[in-house]
């Protein structure tokens, strides 16, 4: 039996390959036919460029359907798909090149210079282009290919796709993500948001990172359903798209600008049957603004680059604003103590998953790899989190965003929500910042609204705010007034700047 993923997905193409699978803003459409035809071509082209399986093709690209269909290529070739965030630049591009050393770089027409240089210098023997609009070099040379191609036999455990974390301490690290990985965790989430015949999906994401590419695509094709294929994320296109969709997903700032659209609301989600949540924490007061507005509750769920999706709510039962829900099906979780014991109910402790959806390791990191592993398999996430009274799970927040104050430790999150619930708050950031006699200080960062209770708020305001609701080490003794929290591509609020920024230790 081939376990390549692209011969799961394929095998659940519609048999008419008439029927849709991408449509865009234009109204043209990429039928399953077109994909397998395309895809094939471009596996042939990779394959006549000497390419062996197992090489790693790199791909810097705005999203395109043939930029989906280079993905799908690779693994029907036996290659291992390293898709690059659009942004990243020389540095990054220098480190990723050279640590992954691709056969094949595709890149954006403008940067061809710059990616010849520093293939030249990895030693990457091919560099081609393809542009925002699907066209350069590469379609030019996969177009006279042959449009047919036998998928490459590939095991579980062989390689699919290495994705690199963002680097927000350290050296950036390369997750290796197997064929059977990807499988898993599509087959899992397929079967547990109950995908079912007629679905439309309304794709906004970005499809370099594991929530677009894999989350949506894998779960849309392994369905053999359409999907809404938009470059980027337009609130109001989205209200005018919605009506003939069924699935959204999203990151929290997708809900948030929803909820500003004065068209949104329950008309606009008459036929949505599912509203997906991730990559970043949804705040309570979006959860229940949105289910008000629209009438909808937002299912949110838990995952990571290393391991695709670790936990969701439920798509039948009570879906808990601030959780994300319990373990899926095959991935054990466990919430441990600083000498690795189980939490009770209500304590943090650190997440530690087990599974099949569970990476490989890290590439050329054997050593990073063991450390991040316990002796019985369990990948620690550097998560913090806590079970509730019916296991759901609480994410805290990362821990090396945990604050220490005079050896006391304090979760970030229950300060934010604090703040984020006082009127004329958008949003907050708490950090810890070097302090002489606490070695850090619990430091907030805070987005005020555009109205008046916004403008009346004040450093000292939300500090007397605090006091009284929480003891005293947890307080902040700083606070920033800033117009916006520094995000990546993902939505997730980059705390590590915040802390460069503010620090040295600050003179107030």
């Known amino acids: 039996m081939n376990q390549n993923l692209y011969s ?41 460029l000497g390419l062996r399986p197992g090489d790693r093709v790199a791909a810097q690209v705005e999203k395109t359907p043939e930029a989906l269909v280079l993905y799908l290529a690779c693994l029907r070739a036996g290659m291992v798909f390293l898709p690059l965030n659009p942004a990243y630049q020389r540095h990054e591009l220098e480190y990723f090149l050279g640590d992954a050393t691709p056969g094949l770089f595709v890149c954006r027409p403008p940067m061809r210079a710059l990616a010849d240089e520093l293939a030249l210098v990895a030693g990457v023997p ?4 393809l542009d925002d609009d699907g066209r350069g070099s590469l379609i030019t040379a996969a177009t006279p290919q042959p449009d047919g191609f036998s998928t490459v036999q590939r095991d579980a455990t062989d390689l699919a796709a290495i994705l690199y974390t963002s680097g927000t301490t350290g050296r950036s690290k390369g997750a290796m993500l197997s064929h059977g990985n990807l499988a898993h965790n599509a087959e899992i989430l397929h079967a547990y948001w109950h995908f079912q015949p007629g679905d439309v999906l309304l794709h906004m994401l970005p499809t370099f ?9 894998h779960t849309t094709l392994l369905n053999g359903s359409a999907m809404f294929f938009e470059p980027k994320f337009d609130a109001a296109r989205a209200v005018k798209l919605m009506p003939e969709s069924t699935v959204f997903m999203g990151v929290p700032t997708y809900y948030v600008r929803l909820l500003l659209e004065p068209a949104f609301g329950r008309e606009t989600c008459r036929n949505i049957r599912l509203f997906v949540s991730g990559s970043a924490p949804l705040l309570k007061e979006t959860f229940d ?78 050593e990073k790899t063991r450390e991040e592993f316990t002796a ?131 003179s107030q």
Request: charged share 20%; glycine share 12%; proline share 6%.
């Open 289 to 366: 603004e949105f289910k008000t507005r629209s009438g909808h509750t937002i299912l949110e769920r838990y995952g990571m680059t290393e391991g695709g999706m670790f936990t969701s709510n439920p798509y039948d039962g009570e879906r808990r604003g601030g959780t994300v829900g319990h373990p899926l099906p095959g991935t054990a979780i466990r919430i441990v103590g600083a000498d690795g014991t189980a939490v009770r109910t209500g304590i943090v402790g650190s997440i530690q998953v087990k599974g099949d959806n569970v990476f490989v390791g890290y590439w050329g990191m054997p």
């Open 126 to 129: 091919h560099v081609l282009e």
């Open 376 to 506: 019985d398999g369990f990948f620690k996430t550097g998560d913090m989190g806590s079970w509730d009274e019916a296991f759901y799970i609480t994410i805290s927040g990362r821990s090396k965003d945990l604050v220490i104050t005079g050896g006391l430790n304090v979760y970030p999150k229950e300060i934010e929500e604090l703040i984020d619930a006082m009127p004329g708050v958008v949003e907050s950031a708490v950090i810890g910042l070097p302090h002489p006699d606490f070695g850090e200080a619990v430091s907030a960062v805070v987005v005020r609204q555009k109205n008046p209770a916004g403008a009346a708020l004040t450093e000292a305001a939300i500090i007397s705010a605090i006091k009284g609701q929480l003891a005293n080490f947890k307080v902040p003794k700083w606070v920033y007034l800033v117009d916006q929290l520094p995000r990546n591509a993902m939505g997730k609020v980059q705390k590590n700047i915040l802390r460069q920024h503010y620090s040295p230790m600050p």
């Open 8 to 48: 799961l997905l394929s095998a659940h193409f519609p048999k008419s390959p008439a029927a849709p699978c991408m449509i865009l803003p234009d109204g043209r459409v990429w039928t399953y036919g077109d994909i397998e035809r395309a895809s094939a071509r471009m596996a042939n082209l990779i394959a006549a």
């Open 209 to 217: 990172h594991v929530h677009g590419l894999f989350v949506a695509c």
